[in-house]
């Protein structure tokens, strides 16, 4: 290198300095366009996830139309117990930590609203109303929303057939409430809480074409509020 040369174009005592070199503009949109596409696509895949945890946790919890018959409050699975069960008919049975027997046998119906649609509280009192059902035997239970039985002093969880007072039609009333009721007085607690009730009903005496029993919707129970707290 010619030492000469360069001392003869800097000055002696001037340091050698090296000027940063600037970002152009096309790097710089490039790198905010590469952002934002990450940003979107997280955005979209966290959306599609829980977008199809929920739409499976409704499937599973609640059911469709292909899987499930419902009449007013009353919700029932159709191959409930079924071997040859839809996925998320097993599914549903197997979070429920229930053993039903087959749809041809038993037909199960859950309730989480009254016939109005409101949700059932032990804050209520509600009236649950029906005709004679078409079967060998059946039987009415409460639970509270997590599947639990109800304590009380009465030690009443549910009412059957053989056990409910009738009128002289054939129709039955069975109240449901915290405070004792006449009649068929089936207690909800003192808790605050939410209801279910389960209807089981076995050895239905109408089938469709294949063997699965059928519970005329006229047939199932009327749930009626009657007072609140």
Same mark, same amino acid.
């Given at each position: 290198m010619d030492t000469n040369r360069l001392t003869s174009v800097l000055p &002696?005592?001037? *340091? $050698?300095? $090296? /000027? *940063?070199?600037? /970002?152009t503009p096309w790097r710089e949109e490039e790198a905010s366009h590469s952002m934002r596409s990450l940003a979107y696509f997280i955005g979209t895949f966290v959306a599609a996830l829980m977008l199809g945890i929920g739409s499976a946790w409704y499937m599973i919890e609640r059911g469709s139309l $292909? &899987?499930? &018959?419902?009449v007013g409050p009353w919700s029932g699975w159709i191959s409930e117990g079924n071997p040859n069960a839809d996925p998320y008919t097993k599914a549903h049975v197997a979070r429920s930590g229930r053993l039903p027997l087959t749809s041809t046998v038993a037909r199960y119906f859950v309730a989480r609203t009254d016939s109005a649609g409101r949700t059932l509280t032990s804050a209520c009192e509600y009236s649950v109303e029906g005709s004679p059902l078409n079967a060998r035997w059946w039987s009415l239970a409460v639970y509270d929303e997590n599947g639990g039985l109800i304590e009380n002093p009465s030690a009443r969880y549910s009412f059957n057939s053989e056990e409910a007072l009738r009128h002289s039609d054939g129709t039955f009333r069975i109240n449901l409430s915290s405070k004792a009721r006449p009649e068929n007085w089936l207690p909800s607690g003192t808790a605050d809480q939410h209801l279910v009730l389960l209807l089981r009903i076995y050895s239905p005496r109408e089938t469709d074409a294949s063997g699965i029993g059928l519970i005329p919707g006229d047939r199932l129970p009327k749930i009626e509020r009657k007072e609140c707290e």
């Open positions: &002696t005592n001037s *340091p $050698l300095v $090296l /000027a *940063p070199s600037q /970002a $292909l &899987t499930t &018959t419902k």
